[in-house]
Every structure is written in structure tokens, then in C-alpha cells.
């Protein structure tokens, strides 16, 4: 399947992981380099990355060798998935043009494996689509809410880093199920974009609430069923003390803890035993064999506009690092994403 | 039903709630007294007490209106589980000489409406084990194990206060299961009782050890599939460590932090999380349509030979508020009951 062989010409651009952050990562962590990009061997694919998703797991992966996944070692490329268009491909299924989605790493243009490579199917989504309301971000919040915690209709659902990646998508499938749906987020802006565009029935500022237990009291009068977590620590521990009976809470993230000098401890796992409630954690690779289940069930949800989806979108390859720092910071709304190229039409 | 009728000569000694108590409860917060036994009404049956549970629970009740029960309020009898046998009834289904399990209270004669006794089984055991192992406390261990904690065999299990009512149970169900079982529990003695009469795989003695976790990571050097926590606080967070990949925490008792002063903060949901972990508080009540397949089950391994009991034995209904202060100081070794009468053969 040789197409044109543009591989000679390209340049790929390449971000090195150069330091281990003891805090919050950035440009400093970083090394740029530029090689000509590799010639695909047979089964290769050539790719120009379109978008990178930034995502919380990046932080473990920058580790040494520990977390779910081996730690990236310094000065190779740093790991991380994104959406990409075939430029040439030596593998059977695969042809220039066609979008994939794979752990492209950071660059402008990957040689991968094609069996390292899923097409996305255009049927479901735009490849803006598949970066976001398709993406694993969706997905996680698909089988956290349906499958560890349980989502009834008419649940009180509390989520928190409502305007995350994760979150943003979390409160919406939870209003579409019926639910009665809280957010929390940081700041005025992010608390509209929970109430106005995701329309949560309730939005929490918890940099405007100095007793953000209080404020969940307030926006969850009747308690909580189903309290799907971004962040741990003293937002968790806040969460707890509004649990409904036989409430199920989801540990998808703890973002507030990833660079907390030192853990937080929880005090109110008491309530979590009287309310007779189940905590949970899960990482959404194993519902591999699911995926199509959820992308078929959000795809139908996009379509018929119930769901919307905001990225964050930081232009250019050397953007990158500082959006992890962003991340980290709190200061994306929406899915936060890097724009590696523009969807021009391709010549086939 | 009308048998012989001495309920007009039967004194029933009473222990009635005086105070609230703000820790460790003990004789201080009760009274006694002594009234006539109540002469039964149609459908009420006279009792003799023989036995009474002594259990955490307890001590929730003599708050004030909360918990997951109200609160017993000051000058009434305390409220407590246990055995009797029937003196005289005025109830269909009963007759002088049956054993009955009741909600008693601490009162040597109490006359209880009929709807609220179950007549004991005794071709599942004798009165003594109904209130072992086939009181609730084991019902609770059967239950917490296997729907809460998803037990299956090879299961590496971690039970604390093995040598308590519950954890004594919980230790022996999940070595006929095929588990490999390690038992935390205070001081040589009850270490010995849970690894030579429990047969557990290893003991741990939390009083003898300067770092809890190390200790846990000796006896289970391959980590933890369930925990089955009777304690909380420090000895959950240490728990914590050790768990292993889909690991299930049973949230049964938290009786270290019943008197704690300022709540526990458990510093390690990280490692639940990380596991893809699930932790799970449950009450006993909630199973009340399945206590005979636990009975069942139980009672056939109190036949075989497999499953021990050890009852921790006071004497005398005034002996039933120490005991109340040495469940708390971890002082009983097994299930701790009060006696109030043998069981003498009745006069039928």
C-alpha cells in the first residue's frame, strides 16, 4: 500500500523528556530536537499528528519506572496519545489520508507500527470529536459513572473538576441519564461554563467557598448518590459527608494530590461505612473491549446535540509542556488539547 | 398457649441508660433496677435471658438520636441482642422451654411481643452457638466476605481484630474457602488463639509491631486481594499498602476510631485507587432474607469440625457494662457475652 513518499522531506520535531519535576512539570522538563522523519519498514505507517491530548496520567509517566505504567526514560520522546492523518503507509487497512488515533508520543510526525493504530471511524465524529467527546477522556467518564458507580435515573450526582476533560463529559452523560447533576469547579468562568453550557443543575466555586462542605450541602440538599472524583483530598473528604445511602463513590482522579507535599488524610470514610457506600477505583483500559459500546452511545448523544464538548486548544508542538503545567494549575476549561496541525483536505 | 404462669413471682432486673457517656462507656453510664416481671399480654411471651451480645454497635446507641439507629434515650433499658428461653407465652408458635433469639435488652425477664422472637434451630446448634457462630456477628463475617468482598479461593486476605466476634469468624470462613489468611490482632495471646485454634497463616500483633505496614508486608508478602477491616484508622491506612491489583476493603467495624479523639486521616485511597481497589461498608440488616443460607453454611461447618468458636464468657447481668469498656480496650478474646442463666433442662 506505497502511496507518494513524502518521508524523505519531513522533518520531525520532536519534545525529549530532559528532567524528572519534583513539582509541577513544564518547559524546563523538556528537550526539543528535529530528525528527518523515519521511513516507514513494511507494516509502518508515516504520521503528521494533528492533535495531542494533555491528560493528569502524563504526571506518573514522567516518573521513574513506577504508576501503572514504566516511566518514561530520560531523553526519549514523551509518551502521550493524540489524532493523526496517514501520510504514507506500508501496512495493509491503512492509506494516506485516513485518520487514526494512536500514542503518537510528542511530535509533529511519528512512524508507528500499524498495529499500534486505530482508524477512526468518521461515521461517529469529526477528528475534533474523536480528541474529545469520543475520546478516552469520554470514555472514562462513560464507564466510571455507568460501571463502577452504578448511575441510576434520578441519582444526585456530584462531579468534581466539572470543566475537566473528564468532568465536563461526566456531568453531561449524568444529565442525560436523568440525574439531578452538581459541578465543582475553580472560579466564576469555569462555574458558568458547568451551569450554562454542560447545564448541571448546580455549579460549586470551591475558590469562592471557604467550607466547601457547606456549599455541597447547599447544592446537594438531599445528599449524594453517586460523587464521581477528579481530585481526592479535602475535596473527597468534603464529598463524604453529604453520601447518600448506599451512595458509590468514583475514584477516576486526584489531581489534588499529585503534587501535594504531602498526602492529605482522609477523615470521613466513617460516613462511607455508615451510609453503607462502596469507593472505587478503575482504569478505563480495562473496558477495552467496551470502547465501541461507549463511542456508539456518546456518538448518538452528539448528534442529536445533547452533548456539547469544549477543548482547550494550545496551538503548536512547543505548547505542549506548558499545557501539562496548566493542566496541573487548573486553568484549562474543557478537554485540553494541543493543535499540532490544521484538518486541510488531503490529496488522495 | 397459656402454660404454668410464674411471671407473678419473677423479678426482672433491669440495667437502665443513666448517661451519655463522651468515651469509653463502663458501669458509670448505667442503673439498676428491679420490677416485677410483665405479665404477658395476648401475644407476648415472657423470656429468661440466658444470653447477651455485647457489641460495637452498642455504643452508637447510647448517643443521642444518631446513627443508623436512635439513640436509646436516658431511663430506658439498654438496648442489646441476645438468647432466652421461654417462660410462659401468650403467642401462637411458642411454648414454655423454646430458645428464642430477641432483641432483649439488659433485663433478666423481659416480656417481648411474639412478632419480634425467632425460635432458635437447634438441629443447626446449641443456644451457645447461636450466639457464636451462628449469631449475627457471624452472619456479619459470612455476608462482609463474600457479597461485600467478592471472596474467592486463593484470595490473599487480611482480617483485623482477628480475635474479636467478627474477625474471629471472618479469619476461619476464609481459610475453608481456600483463602491464605493474616490476622491482625493485640498481644501474644489472642496472636496465638488466631494462628493455633483459628489457623490462620499468620499473626500479627499490632501492639508488638513499631511499623504496622512493615509488619502487614512480612505476613503477606504477596500484598492483599481483600481486607476485611474491623478497626479503621491507622490500621486501614497500612492496610492500604499492600493492596493488590481489583483488591476489595470490607468496611465492617472502625472500632479505633469510636474514641478517638479527632478522627483519623487515611492518607492511602491512592493506593485503592491505583489498585483499581473497591471499599465497602455494609450492615448485617440489609441480609436479613438471607441469615438462614449463612446459618446454614455455618452450622454445617461447626459439625464438620472446621469452624471454631471461642466465647468470651462474663457472669451475671450487672457484668454487661464492664464488658461494654472491654470490647472497647480490645480485652476479650473471642465473642464477648454475658451469662444470666444455664441452661438447665426446662420443665416442659
Redesign the interface.
Known amino acids: 500500500m506505497l502511496n507518494s513518499a513524502p518521508g524523505d522531506s519531513l522533518v520531525n520535531h520532536r519534545l525529549l523528556l530532559a528532567a524528572r519535576p519534583s513539582a509541577i512539570p513544564g518547559p524546563e522538563h523538556f528537550t526539543a530536537d528535529s530528525l528527518p522523519a523515519r521511513v516507514p519498514g513494511a507494516g509502518d505507517v508515516l504520521l503528521e499528528s494533528l492533535y495531542l491530548s494533555i491528560d493528569p496520567a502524563m504526571r506518573s509517566w514522567m516518573r521513574d519506572g513506577t504508576?501503572?505504567q514504566q516511566g518514561i526514560p530520560i531523553g526519549e520522546v514523551m509518551r502521550g496519545g493524540g489524532i493523526a492523518r496517514v501520510l504514507q503507509s506500508r501496512a495493509d487497512g491503512f492509506a494516506a489520508g485516513d485518520l487514526v488515533q494512536a500514542r503518537l508520543g510528542w511530535q509533529t510526525h511519528p512512524t508507528i507500527a500499524a498495529r499500534y493504530l486505530q482508524k477512526l471511524d468518521l461515521g461517529l465524529g469529526t477528528a475534533e470529536d474523536w480528541i474529545g467527546p469520543l475520546g478516552l477522556s469520554a470514555v472514562t467518564a462513560y464507564f466510571g459513572l455507568r460501571d463502577i458507580g452504578g448511575m441510576r435515573p434520578n441519582d444526585r450526582v456530584l462531579v468534581s473538576a466539572a470543566a475537566g476533560g473528564v468532568g465536563q463529559i461526566a456531568v453531561q452523560i449524568a444529565r442525560i441519564e436523568g440525574c439531578r447533576v452538581a459541578g465543582i469547579a475553580g472560579g466564576p468562568q469555569k462555574c458558568a461554563f458547568v451551569r450554562d453550557e454542560l447545564r448541571a443543575h448546580a455549579a460549586i466555586d470551591y475558590k469562592a467557598e471557604p467550607n466547601l462542605s457547606a456549599a455541597i450541602g447547599r447544592a446537594c440538599p438531599d445528599g449524594v448518590d453517586l460523587y464521581f472524583d477528579n481530585v481526592?483530598g479535602a475535596t473527597?473528604d468534603a464529598a463524604l459527608e453529604h453520601l447518600r445511602q448506599g451512595a458509590r463513590v468514583v475514584?477516576c482522579g486526584?489531581i489534588s494530590?499529585t503534587h501535594a507535599e504531602e498526602?492529605?488524610?482522609?477523615?470521613?470514610?466513617?460516613r462511607?461505612?455508615?451510609?453503607?457506600?462502596?469507593?472505587?477505583?478503575?482504569?478505563v483500559f480495562?473496558y477495552h473491549d467496551r470502547y465501541d459500546e461507549a463511542r456508539t452511545w456518546l456518538a448518538a448523544r452528539r448528534r442529536d446535540g445533547s452533548l456539547q464538548q469544549r477543548l482547550h486548544v494550545l496551538d503548536g508542538l512547543d505548547q505542549a509542556p506548558r499545557g501539562l503545567g496548566m493542566l496541573f494549575r487548573g486553568e484549562n476549561t474543557g478537554k485540553l488539547v494541543v493543535r499540532l496541525a490544521t484538518l486541510a483536505p488531503t490529496h488522495s
Open positions: 504508576g501503572y481526592g473527597l475514584l486526584r494530590q498526602a492529605y488524610g482522609v477523615r470521613n470514610l466513617g462511607l461505612a455508615a451510609a453503607r457506600g462502596r469507593m472505587q477505583g478503575f482504569l480495562n
